[in-house]
């Protein structure tokens, strides 16, 4: 290709380092046909004649106000310098314009580019090293003329770099394929997908006389959604194509994003499609507005008090509720107070997204369902945004319910430092009667609260529908702190009634914290070590107290020690000794333990009787291992050493065996010698088994879904992960299998040999065989221990809800139930109790629902429990449907993605034929089926007993005592 195919546009802004990591990246593209052009402003003239050179890095500030002409200067400098390193590859063009805008340099760029594609980079912008190759290679065989692919943006401060979360969600952009129409891609123009990451046929360009506009501040959004409703057909990638996009600043570009995307709106395309502009409204509510109201925090009020004014005036937030309705609680509060112009009320609204369960306002009662604040909108719409019933702060008891405490006042009286503040009264203290009283608390940040000064709140009154307070401290006299490392003091109210104690801290503009001044400070240790507290605002926007050294000893002691702790030969200290930890937490990592273990530790004799047990990866006490270590205590086999493996927490394990961590050198240790080794899932694959140890597998459940080498996932996998899956299973010398379904399924997909196939059944399900039958010969009473424990009353039925795993969660983010769990709550709390159990590879949060309705047991070590005390099971997939079969109870399968779900994961046999009881795929479906329960149970019983027998054949209720026979007769296989 000797001709340009692709120009790239760079545009020249105040940072020349900017400006040199995108062209970088285009001179760096595999594709060679390739040119960047610089379009540069009239203000960037030409480099000075001294010969003086920009490098890599600038002695300055980049982009500095104060010096705007050395700033030209260096990047026109870089400009010349990468020009002059490639110049095939790299053209100056100089924008003739007076006010050169970023969208009048790209429109220059546009005009000046000389490629049959034209890419345009953002300040910063980098493309991916194949980017360019990959949309030309899509162009060019999809015949469009517009190609675009995924694209990063930095999420902050040291942030990794993120998609845009929308964009994630749609997986837009997770196959390649051409898009005909647009409703077949609608994120292209609802998510604002185009603003970077394409490439488009100048002759588009040229034909529709596309350019940005530049009379907008984000003309970006408007280009892109122009492209999309012009190209036609578009072309998609999954490949990176753009990294290093500046970090969205919601509250700094809101004119910008709102002049943009009521320009958008009013494009040809979306007034002649409603759906797909109240689509890009709901989204534009969504992506930008909702983080502006997470910003609000840290606004100042006259900044707040523009951002709610602009909002306020723009017709999609101001005329339709509606597109709001669908929206979190909070995000619809925030949203409508921003409708209104409500500045303070969005601080406040703004201020609880980022703390779940935090009440920031007045709440309000009414026919049963709780309002954001007192004064409500006569508009039933509006009155809807602000319902937050489903937040159940009228469940919520006080000591879990944190407030906003609002200071109204930071000042200084004397040696006192005078606060005085303002809270929502939460509902819990609407009564007058109610006492109150509170404390101010100051924690000394690093001692993990063990250091903690308090104080009694001066005064406490009742204010309309808020609490005031007024307290004056001597922070000299209070705070003693030793002086050395505690020299930061958090305040915290904490407000005491009958009920309980909240705490929580104190919330502060930062220009209210100037009047405070210093305070006197008495370190104990010396006023070398500090003389005054100084009030500052933490980024959170929480008051904080630091300790200053103000006169001339403590200013001299401060300098000394930073001299000491930062000239040369400390310095090499400091890396002497961070280099020595790092080479230290070597030894700890997980590698280096595979390594010695599979190389020193296995070569070890093994310990005759010593057993490792470990269930579902040392994340509970519980599932057949349990059973079997119960067994075995109870035939008080002599000579029988236990030892038992947890993951996080040794909570809820047995105190009279070892106890040892999962993957720390105790337990490669226990591993290495024990003879016999127990568990339901497998120990760590890369861990050989010695030649003289027995590996009993219990394994965790009978399959619904495709397992093994049978499943998808598996198949995909390269030859050597095989290899070391089937190394990993070789290691089994018992398996236990409960019905000939396991070993048509689990046995043939993990390839286990006949011979160690042990058909007993499941030791966990020992109790439940003789618990069916102590319903059959006692009945259902008395309950077991357990409902006690978990405070559940006699005359109410219990459910348990056991969904199956649906992959883990991202970024420590918790997964969706597929149950509205609050739903169930409202509609069956006065019959039923439901139980809650989160797969143990998954985190799941529940709302906050009426006393006593809902209970979250996913942290119970034993399900078995649970089964026996279940009345009925709501699940999906998962494999405990098999279990609970052997009780003869209610069952119902809520499998709202049936069909998706068979589809991706593939299973052995179709739920909707086999199921023992109703499968229905919506919420009004199984809330029916709840009301009619006791039809369904007679309906299905037959269905049970056929269920239990075909998956359960083995169940014989002496598995536990089987499984312990076969491990200690058995011989490991060679």
Not at 529 to 547: C, E, I, R
């Amino acid at each position: 290709m000797s001709t340009v195919e692709i120009s790239c546009v760079v545009t020249a802004g105040a940072d020349p380092q900017a400006l040199r990591r995108s062209v970088e990246s285009v001179v760096a593209q595999t594709m060679r046909a390739t040119e960047a052009v610089v379009v540069l402003g009239l203000t960037v003239t030409a480099a000075p004649a001294t010969g003086r050179t920009t490098g890599r890095t600038t002695g300055r500030a980049v982009g500095s106000d104060d010096d705007p002409e050395s700033a030209a200067d260096d990047v026109r400098a870089v400009a010349d310098e990468l020009a002059a390193l490639d110049p095939a590859r790299v053209r100056i063009v100089t924008s003739g314009a007076e006010t050169p805008t970023t969208a009048v340099l790209r429109n220059h760029g546009l005009d000046q580019a000389r490629g049959r594609y034209v890419i345009v980079l953002g300040e910063g912008e980098r493309l991916q090293r194949d980017a360019c190759r990959n949309l030309w290679e899509a162009a060019e065989r999809s015949g469009t003329e517009l190609a675009a692919g995924r694209w990063t943006r930095r999420a902050g401060r040291r942030a990794k770099e993120q998609p845009p979360a929308r964009l994630v969600e749609s997986e837009l952009y997770a196959r390649s394929r051409t898009v005909e129409a647009l409703s077949e891609a609608p994120e292209l123009v609802v998510a604002d997908a185009l603003v970077t990451g394409f490439c488009v046929r100048t002759a588009l360009l040229e034909r529709e006389g596309l350019r940005y506009a530049e009379d907008l501040e984000r003309g970006e959004i408007l280009f892109g959604a122009q492209l999309a409703a012009t190209a036609g057909r578009i072309a998609l990638v999954p490949n990176l194509i753009v990294s290093g996009r500046a970090a969205d600043d919601p509250a700094g570009t809101l004119e910008g994003q709102l002049a943009a995307h009521v320009r958008v709106a009013q494009l040809p395309l979306l007034q002649g499609d409603t759906a797909l502009r109240e689509a890009r409204d709901r989204a534009f509510l969504a992506d930008q507005l909702v983080p502006l109201a997470r910003q609000f925090p840290r606004l100042d009020a006259d900044e707040r008090a523009r951002a709610a004014a602009l909002v306020a005036a723009l017709p999609a937030a101001r005329t339709d509720p509606d597109l709001r309705l669908d929206l979190p609680p909070l995000e619809r509060v925030c949203l409508q107070l921003l409708a209104d112009g409500d500045a303070e009320g969005a601080l406040a609204a703004g201020y609880a997204l980022g703390r779940p369960g935090a009440v920031t306002s007045a709440l309000s009662e009414r026919d049963g369902r709780v309002y954001w604040g007192t004064a409500l909108p006569d508009d039933p719409r509006a009155r809807a945004a602000l319902d937050v019933t489903e937040l159940g702060h009228q469940y919520q008891p006080l000591a879990d319910t944190p407030l906003l405490n609002h200071l109204t006042h930071c000042g200084q009286e004397g040696d006192r430092l005078v606060l005085e503040g303002r809270l929502p009264t939460p509902l819990q203290l609407r009564s007058s009667e109610v006492p109150l009283t509170a404390t101010l608390e100051f924690l000394v940040r690093g001692t993990d609260g063990r250091l903690v000064f308090r104080t009694p709140v001066d005064e406490v009154w009742r204010d309309s529908d808020a609490l005031r307070w007024r307290a004056a401290v001597d922070i000299g006299a209070l705070l003693r702190v030793g002086g050395a490392r505690d020299r930061v003091c958090d305040p915290h109210f904490a407000l005491h009634t009958p009920d309980g104690t909240t705490t929580g801290p104190l919330f502060l503009e930062r220009d209210r914290v100037e009047a405070a001044g210093h305070f006197r400070a008495r370190p104990r240790r010396g006023r070398l070590f500090g003389d005054s507290w100084k009030p500052y605002v933490t980024v959170k926007h929480h008051l904080a107290l630091q300790l200053h050294a103000r006169r001339r000893p403590g200013r001299l002691a401060a300098a000394a020690v930073h001299y000491l702790t930062h000239f040369r030969p400390a310095r090499k200290a400091k890396r002497l000794v961070k280099g020595v930890r790092r080479r230290f937490d070597r030894i700890f990592a997980r590698s280096v333990k595979t390594r010695v273990y599979n190389r020193l530790l296995i070569r070890l004799p093994v310990r005759k009787g010593s057993v490792v047990f470990e269930s579902h990866m040392g994340k509970c006490y519980g599932d057949s291992p349990r059973a079997i270590h119960e067994e075995l205590r109870a035939q008080g086999r002599r000579g029988v050493r236990c030892t038992w493996s947890y993951a996080t927490s040794a909570d809820g394990f047995p105190t009279d065996v070892t106890l040892v961590r999962r993957l720390s050198w105790r337990y490669l240790w226990a591993l290495a010698r024990a003879q016999y080794w127990v568990d339901n899932q497998g120990f760590p694959l890369d861990l050989k088994k010695p030649a003289a140890t027995t590996y009993l597998q219990t394994w965790h459940g009978s399959a619904y879904k495709r397992m093994g080498f049978a499943e998808s996932r598996i198949k995909a996998q390269n030859a050597s992960e095989r290899d070391k899956l089937s190394a990993a299973l070789a290691r089994f010398d018992h398996f236990l299998v409960r019905s000939e379904h396991d070993v048509a399924t689990l046995a043939r997909d993990y390839r286990q040999p006949a011979e160690s196939l042990v058909a007993c059944g499941y030791p966990r399900n020992d109790r439940l065989v003789r618990a069916r039958a102590a319903d059959e010969s006692q009945g259902r009473f008395p309950r077991p221990a357990v409902a006690s424990d978990l405070g559940i009353p006699d005359h109410r039925k219990v459910v348990l809800y056991a969904p199956t795993f649906r992959g883990m969660p991202k970024k420590g983010r918790t997964t969706q139930l597929p149950l509205d769990v609050r739903q169930f709550a409202e509609r069956f709390g006065d019959e039923y109790v439901l139980l809650v159990r989160a797969h143990y590879l998954e985190s799941a949060a529940l709302p906050v629902c009426p006393p006593g309705t809902v209970i979250d047991v996913s942290g119970h070590h034993d399900v078995s429990e649970l089964l026996c005390l279940a009345d009925a099971l709501i699940t999906d997939y998962s494999s405990i449907m098999f279990d609970y079969a052997l009780l003869d109870r209610p069952m119902v399968f809520f499998t709202p993605d049936l069909d998706a779900y068979v589809a991706e994961r593939g299973s052995y046999f179709d739920l909707r034929a086999e199921a023992p009881g109703p499968v229905v795929e919506t919420e009004g479906e199984l809330l029916r089926v709840m009301d009619e329960l006791k039809q369904s149970d007679a309906t299905h019983r037959a269905d049970r007993a056929r269920f239990a027998e075909k998956f359960g054949g083995y169940e014989s209720g002496q598995a536990a005592r089987t499984a312990l026979d076969v491990l200690f007769a058995g011989r490991p296989r060679r």
